[in-house]
């Protein structure tokens, strides 16, 4: 069993920046590829990035590439989403999640066993 939990959410400007965490309980946090998804509100869940468990291979959505960093740190059992130059259209709910996952299906939901609560994101113009 792994449990997630995420900090860093937060209000900012557009053109801001954040820094997720998503922080697992558990001795077993190397073998899990970890990913990002958000949820705005009334919209569906989508990915936004990935990284394989040793961090060798990342995956990100068109819409956040070159502005979204993802990195891991297997001592500290923490994963974290740089977000970089901010929009408006990239408030939402972020959670992250862990799975036993190749790097074909990085981008996949239902590769991804366990689940944060979530953190809220918010960007103003």
């Known amino acids: 069993q792994v449990q997630l939990v995420e900090s860093g959410g937060g209000l900012v400007q557009a053109g801001g920046s954040l820094r997720l965490s998503c922080t697992a309980s558990?001795?077993?946090?190397?073998?899990?590829?970890m990913g990002w998804f958000r949820q705005a509100s009334g919209k569906e869940r989508e990915f936004v990035s990935a990284i394989t468990w040793n961090g060798g291979r990342t995956a990100y959505a068109d819409s956040v590439k070159g502005r979204f960093t993802i990195s891991r740190d297997n001592v500290k059992n923490t994963v974290y989403l740089q977000m970089n130059s901010l929009k408006p259209e990239d408030t939402a709910v972020y959670s992250c999640?862990?799975?036993?996952?190749?790097?074909?299906?990085?981008?996949?939901?239902?590769?991804?066993?366990?689940w944060g609560q979530g953190t809220q994101v918010t960007v103003s113009s």
């Open positions: 558990g001795r077993t946090f190397s073998r899990y590829a």
């Open positions: 999640a862990a799975g036993i996952a190749g790097t074909s299906v990085l981008a996949t939901a239902n590769v991804y066993d366990y």
